[in-house]
Structures are given as C-alpha cells and as structure tokens.
C-alpha cells in the first residue's frame, strides 16, 4: 500500500496492488466514510478515538463493492463497565528540528495537537458512552516555493544571459543579441510587474513561503446499548478547519496556493448500527451512515491592488471581487484564489444477513449509497493568461512581450449533481474439511450515471444538432436531447463481480496456503463530471490562442460583454463559437473494473517465526482516459495563431472526450517475516517487488488533462506514474528491562521505556520528460521531448553532480516541430529515498489505575535528504535535468499523555 497523493481537505488517496488512486473503499464503524467527490478517503478520529482498523485488499469478499483496491474499516472506541479515559498533547517546534536540503532557513513550524477521552457505563452491562475531543494548531512557513521572477535585466527587455535564442513573432527572426527594444514591452505586463518583485539574484530564482495557519478541531461522541438480542450503536464524529488569509496582496507571485482568503471546512460522519442476533444460526447487521463536507474558500474580504481591467487589458469582464491569473511557464504562477464552495454529501444503508448451517457460513445483503454534489466556483472568470514559450521561444521573453500563448475565461463553474449507486451481494463460507474452506461470491453493482438537476450535463455527438437548444453548434446535445442521455452515458446494468478464494492448511497446520480471484468495479464519483457540466449556454467558456495582453478578445466576439451568463438561460440562447474547453463521455463509455489474482504461501519456521509469501496479479480493463478528440492537425504553415483553423470541429475549440478503452497490468511478489525473538522484542519486515505499467494512471476529469498524445494508447503505454520496483519496510518494538532489582528511582527513571522504528526503503517514481515548449502545434500543450542519445548517467556519482544533473540531459531535445515527441512516457526513474522513524516511550506509575505517558518521537531521524524527481522541461534551460525538492527534514515531536 502506497501513499501517492493527498489532495488538501479531501483526503487521503493510496494506490494498493497496482490499482489507481481512487480504488480505496473507506469505512467507519462500517458506515460510508468515503469522500464521493474523488473516491478518497474520509476524515476520522485522532488514534486516541480508534480501537481497531482492518484493511482487505488483493481479493476481499462480494459483502464489499465501490473499490477496486482495497476497503478499510475503521472502528471507533466504544464505552466499558469501567470509566477510561486520557488527556494528551503533542508538540512539534521548529527548534528542534532540521532545516530543508534546499531551504535557505528552517521552517517556523509550530504545531500543537491536545485533546482528551472519556469513556464508561451509564447503566452497567446495558448503555455505554464514549467521548472524544482533539485540537490542532498548525503554523508553518516553510519557504520551499521556488520561483523564477524576470530579472531587473529582463524588465528592460534584456534577454542576452538566456542562451537560446528568442524570437521576434513579427519577423519569426531571432532579436539580435536577445534584446528586445522596450517600444516593445507589453504594457499590461508593466503594470503587473510593479506587484511583482525583482528578487535581485542574477537567474531571477527565489524561495517563497506559503504560510500556513491552520485551526482543527474535532469531536467524536458514541452510545452503544445492549437491549435483549439486539446491539445497537450510534456514533457521531465532527471537525472543522478554518485557515485565515495569509497572503501578502502586494506580491502576487507569493500568493499562489495562499488560495481565497478564509478557508472553512467542516466535515460530518454519522452511522447507527443494529446487530440483531435473530437464533444462533442467525444474524443480521443493519447500518446507516451520513456524511458531509463543505469545502467554503471566501475571497470577498481580499482587496488586491491590481486587476486585469485596471492594468489596461481590454474586453475583459471581471467579477466582483476581482482575482488574476498569470502562469509563466518554469517562472512563476500568480494565482491569489478566487470564491469556492464544494458541498458534498452522502447517505448509506447497508444490511447483511448471515446464516450459518453446518459447514456453510451464508451471507446476503444489499446496500444503498445516495450522493449529492454542489458546486459555486468562480475559477476562470478573471480569465487565465498561459505563457509557455510557444511564442518566442521562451516563456519570460512571451510574458514581457505579452505574447499570451493560451487565453481562457469562463462563467463559472457550477454543478448540482445528484445520484444513486446499489450493491447486492451473496457469499458462502463453505468449510468442506477441517483444514480446507472454500469462499465463494457473487456481487451486482448496476452502473447508474450522475444527474444534473438543472440538465447541464453535456454529449459530443458530431453532426447531431440540439432540440433543447436550437442555436447551439452541430454536435452539441445536451441532457434530455435524443442521443444524450440525462447522465452523459448509458446506465450499465452488467456490473457483475464474481469472488473465489480458498484457504488450505495441509500437513500438521504450520502451512497455509491461500488463493484466490476476484472482479472488482470502479465506482463512479462525482469529480468525472465537472468538465460535463460548464458549458454554454450555462457557463460560456471560451480558449483562444497567439493572442495579445492587451486585448485577448481581439477579431473575436466576446461571449461576456456585459459580465457573465444567467443561471439558468432560455431554449434561444446565443451561443458564441468557437465554444471554449468541452467534456463528454463517449457514446460508448462503460465501467472500468479489474481482475484480481493471489496466492499466498504462509509458513511457521519455528516458534513466533512466520513468513508469507505472495503472488498478486491486477488485470485492468475498460479503464477511463480522456482525449482532445478536436486537437488540431499539423500541416505546412501551422502556427499558434492558426490553431483553431486546423481543428476537424470549427465551431469548438478543445473536445475533452472521456473514453473507457484503456487496460492496465501489475504484477508483484509480497513477502512478510513476523519474528518475536522475546518476550520483550518484535520485528515485522515487509518486502514488494513489482511492475505496473498502463496508459493513464488516474481517472481523469476532462477539465483538467488529455494524453499527451492524443487517441494513440500504444505511445502512451509505458510505467505507471505509482510504479515503484521495490519497497521494503522493517517495523519493530522493543520493550526495555523493567529494573525490577533496582531501586523505586531507577525504575521510575530508566526502566521500562519502549523503543519503536519504522525503516522504509524505496525506489524512485518514474517520470517523463517534456519539451516544455509547444512543437506539435496541437492545443493539448504537453509534448514528449525527443529523445536522440541516451538519457542514463552513473547513479553513484557525488551527491552535487546528481543534483545539478541527474539524467543526461544532452540525450534530449525539442520534439521536432508538428510531432508529439520520440521520448517514452515514464522513461526515466527519480531518486529513491530511505526513511528512518524513530520513537521512545515511556509510562510512569501514578496513582492506582492512573499512568502519565511520555514520548518522543523522530521523523526522518538521521536527517537524511530523499530527493524529488528533477524537473524535466527541454526548453527551461537553467533548471532541466536539476533536482529542486527534497521530502521533509528531520522533525522531533513531543507529548505527554495521561490515562486512566
């Protein structure tokens, strides 16, 4: 199981075997406890607030749909004939910790985690409570952001210490000696750079901190009751972040992912339960579950001293209170944040039924998960200015200019989804023999689409000419019209996912041998369609290409003349064309789902010596991937200018089409040593050696991505983004003489502390490396680069030469012009990084029944840099092939726990 990615107030996602991120079923207390907007995880309690968590993965039972990788199911504390409780606080302080590799100070982190249980009878043997409450507070300023800034050079127009040439777009001649007369200087881009600060270093390279303040406070409360032949559980759970604007207005580069001023985000988990045991043969559990985020980022408080209307850029509307984007690509992106509010919620019923008749342990069941997504998001409507180089042939030089190689603006971003997903199940636990048990399921998990409330749900089917809105472009329906149906895609019925699995224990019981194969779904979530639903005549957006600071709307309509469009617009509405980014699912799309295979040896050598061994195969299928399906074609003569003239669709600009026609294969060997030397003493290793290789790695949005060569999978095909070789983890606990022939001082003080570590070794990810600039003259704006050498240096070379150049970097060049580029994707592999955690605990007796805990514990404790991949654009020059990140320093943390 691989920690791949955490979105920021959305959770947690892992990669498990080979499946993508999404591919994790999250449970509480059984309860939903799954984020439907990307299919990650909840949030849950503080570790005080759990008893015990399980994890099924490889080839779990059909009792469980909505993964295709793993389900984990988390349970709360619950209430005892004894009163138990604690009260703890952890610490973490920028004082006791390292600094960064590449960080010019130590970060300022304060963080304060502090809170406390409870937990007894109210009426013994019957009603039981449990409570919990944790606060944190996080402040962090870590200065990482690296950003290159133009250069008091560059301001005047002075480009002579870039070493590539840069282009004149009127004479397509090279400036003599770089130079760029300042008659020439955008103007726009003058007023902007008075917000934009000369670092005052000779590459324009600075290090920015994004300040971090966040308040956390979380509470969880549960009943449980004992009433006759049922056990009913209730149990609620609750925490709000709030993060107040942070950033400074007056440098706006410094602003980015400082994201919409005051942050709120509170989260809701509620589930009730009831286990009735109906005779002792049996038994059925019945589970309700309620859970709700908001995500509310607030921008009306921030006044920034600029805008694109007052810095002269003309047609452009702006929407109160007005925000700016501007990306320089390998510079800078100044993107201060915008209004954002993201609600989600869910409601789930479950009920399992188990009868056990002899040899049989039968289990049927159904569940109900009902989802709902709304969304009020003013992203694009300051309109986004994309400088990549594609212009003069290099990014800054475009941005003086104000050559803008890609111009969006769009009305919005609003979604009211809503939808429903059912699961029926049946699963016999056959015991044939005494060491031989067979487990046989069948689970059916009809596929049925999303819906839009308002119907803005939108379908590609080119010719085909809209009933609902009659102005609209050939090829555009939308939900409702003949052809388009109301969820984008035909409802799939055929989810059906077959289980078998056995267990052997042949000879004298010291060997298990396990198996198993299984057929597992993905399910739908909510984020796929958030390039369906932003369309016009709803939310005009508009894309257009080689065009001017000062006027983007230039020989064009502009579709806001007078701000942005109605909510809800007539059946006449007028469509201005081309339409601007467009997503759609095929008129095919169909479920993705993935074959599972296991076995497993499981062998006792000796006494408190296991080891287990395993082959896990993963098979995807029908897996989702999204196309620019109208990228536009080169021929002679193709310019960035002319982009939209050689698209097969006239009337739209990028066509987003969600696909399911990709596969995906992993295979790995697991082995695991559990070893007990003492009584005192453990150690678990765990060892993965494996191969993922596949297409995409991600269900994509069509909002966001498109392959990077369009409709082609075989030269997408190469090694997962998540493909990591090998990883080894070696955990153990050791548990210090007590002293007991000591005296009361040296038990107290130096007997009985616990030592624990985590050793984690791993292989690099793999990454590819890009043009950076736009040779294919497509739209889609993510070339390969082409490969002409080879691209390997020696590995063990000094740790300076690594970082300055990892890959050889003369083995690459700019993909010839109107091609995608020769370079494989994921050709090369980062640094792979070795981890030690470290911890040291220790309880002192107090009172009866009462024990006052101290620890400490060390994250990366030998300070050892794990470096990031390294950045990997052809045409940034200055930083292509150079490593620039490394994961966290050391970092100390304290606390004192007192329980009872």
């Not at 479950?350 to 002899?358: D, L, P, R, V, Y």
């Not at 080689?546 to 309509?557: K, L, S």
Request: charged share 20%; net charge positive.
């Amino acid at each position: 199981m691989i920690l791949r990615d955490s979105s920021y107030g959305e959770g947690d996602a892992f990669v498990v075997s080979g499946s993508r991120q999404s591919g994790v079923y999250w449970l509480m207390d059984s309860g939903m406890n799954t984020d439907s907007y990307r299919n990650y995880s909840g949030n849950f309690p503080n570790p005080d607030a759990i008893q015990e968590f399980s994890v099924q993965k490889t080839n779990f039972s059909a009792e469980y749909g909505n993964a295709m990788g793993a389900v984990v199911n988390v349970v709360t504390r619950s209430g005892t004939n004894q009163f138990h409780g604690s009260a703890f606080e952890f610490v973490r302080n920028a004082v006791f910790n390292a600094r960064n590799f590449f960080a010019a100070r130590r970060d300022s982190l304060k963080r304060n985690q502090f809170g406390a249980t409870l937990g007894g009878p109210i009426r013994r043997d019957k009603l039981f409570f449990f409570a919990s409450y944790q606060g944190t507070r996080l402040r962090s300023d870590p200065g990482l952001t690296r950003q290159f800034l133009p250069t008091a050079a560059m301001r005047r127009g002075d480009f002579s210490s870039v070493t590539r040439a840069i282009t004149d777009p009127q004479t397509r001649q090279p400036f003599p000696g770089n130079q760029i007369p300042a008659s020439r200087l955008s103007s726009v881009t003058q007023a902007f750079l008075k917000y934009l600060p000369d670092p005052g270093t000779p590459t324009g390279e600075r290090f920015v901190g994004i300040p971090v303040k966040n308040n956390l406070n979380e509470f969880t409360a549960r009943g449980d009751y004992y009433l006759g032949r049922h056990r009913l559980m209730a149990r609620y759970f609750r925490n709000k972040l709030t993060r107040p604007f942070g950033g400074n207005v007056n440098d706006l580069a410094s602003m980015y992912a400082a994201d919409a001023g005051l942050s709120r985000q509170p989260y809701m988990q509620l589930t009730g339960s009831d286990v009735f045991t109906i005779s002792p043969q049996w038994l059925n559990d019945f589970t309700f579950a309620y859970r709700g985020r908001r995500t509310f980022n607030d921008w009306r408080a921030v006044k920034l001293p600029i805008n694109f209307r007052d810095a002269g850029v003309r047609g452009i509307a702006v929407k109160d209170p007005p925000s700016v984007y501007i990306n320089v690509s390998g510079g800078f992106l100044a993107r201060p944040g915008w209004n954002y509010d993201k609600q989600d919620y869910d409601l789930h019923w479950s009920n399992t039924t188990t009868w056990m008749q002899g040899a049989h342990e039968l289990k049927f069941g159904a569940e109900v998960l009902r989802s709902s997504n709304k969304i009020r998001n003013d992203f694009r409507t300051m309109g986004l200015f994309n400088f990549t180089g594609g212009i003069t042939g290099n990014a800054m030089a475009d941005f003086m200019l104000g050559e803008v190689y890609q111009f969006d603006q769009g009305g919005g971003e609003y979604k009211d989804l809503y939808g429903a997903r059912w699961g029926f199940f049946v699963q016999d636990n056959w015991r044939l023999t005494a060491n031989f048990t067979l487990n046989l399921g069948l689970r059916w998990d009809p596929m049925i689409p999303f819906h839009d409330s308002l119907g803005r749900t939108q379908c590609f089917r080119p010719g085909a000419r809209s009933t609902r809105f009659p102005n609209a472009p050939a090829g555009y329906l939308n939900a409702g019209d003949p052809g388009c149906p109301e969820g984008g895609f035909e409802s799939y019925p055929w989810q059906v996912a077959p289980r078998f699995g056995f267990a052997w224990r042949p000879g004298g019981g010291r060997s298990v041998v396990r198996g198993g194969f299984g057929l597992f779904w993905d399910p739908q979530f909510t984020i796929l369609y958030n390039g369906f639903v932003n369309a016009a005549p709803f939310s005009p957006q508009i894309t257009r290409y080689g065009v001017r600071f000062e006027d983007p709307y230039a020989g064009t309509e502009n579709p806001f003349p007078a701000g942005f469009a109605p909510f809800v617009p007539p059946a006449d509405s007028k469509f201005v064309t081309p339409l601007g980014t467009w997503g759609s699912f095929a008129h095919d799309y169909r479920p993705s789902y993935q074959q599972m295979v296991n076995l497993t040896l499981e062998r006792e050598l000796m006494l408190n010596l296991i080891v287990r061994a395993s082959y896990v195969a993963n098979l995807g299928r029908h897996l989702s991937v999204t196309d620019d399906v109208n990228y536009a074609r080169y021929a002679p003569g193709a310019t960035t200018g002319n982009i939209q003239q050689r698209r097969p669709y006239q009337d739209f600009t990028r066509v987003f089409v969600s696909t399911s026609d990709t596969t995906s294969s992993y295979h790995g060997f697991q082995l695991s040593v559990e070893r007990r030397v003492a009584e005192n003493f453990s150690v678990e290793l765990n060892y993965t050696i494996s191969k993922s290789i596949d297409e995409s790695s991600s269900d994509q949005s069509p909002q966001y991505a498109s392959q990077s060569v369009p409709l082609n999978r075989n030269l997408n095909r190469g090694l997962s983004d998540f493909d990591l070789p090998q990883r080894l983890v070696i955990s153990h606990v050791w548990a210090l003489p007590k002293l007991t022939k000591h005296s009361a001082w040296m038990r107290q003080v130096l007997g009985s502390w616990q030592f624990t570590g985590i050793t984690t070794v791993r292989s690099g990810y793999p990454f590819s490396v890009g043009s950076g600039a736009v040779r294919a003259l497509s739209g889609i704006n993510s070339d390969f680069a082409d490969l002409i050498g080879n691209p390997y240096l020696d590995p063990n070379r000094p740790r300076a030469e690594l970082i300055a150049q990892y890959f050889n970097t003369s083995a690459f060049t700019l993909a010839a012009l109107g091609t995608f580029g020769t370079s494989p994707r994921n050709l090369l592999r980062g640094p792979g990084a070795v981890n030690f955690d470290l911890g040291f605990m220790k309880r002192f007796a107090l009172a009866e029944g009462w024990r006052l805990e101290f620890r400490t514990e060390l994250f990366n404790a030998f300070n050892k840099p794990n470096f990031g991949s390294p950045y990997a654009a052809v045409n940034v020059a200055n930083r292509f092939g150079r490593i620039e990140s490394a994961g966290d320093p050391r970092i100390l943390q304290f606390a004192l726990k007192l329980l009872f």
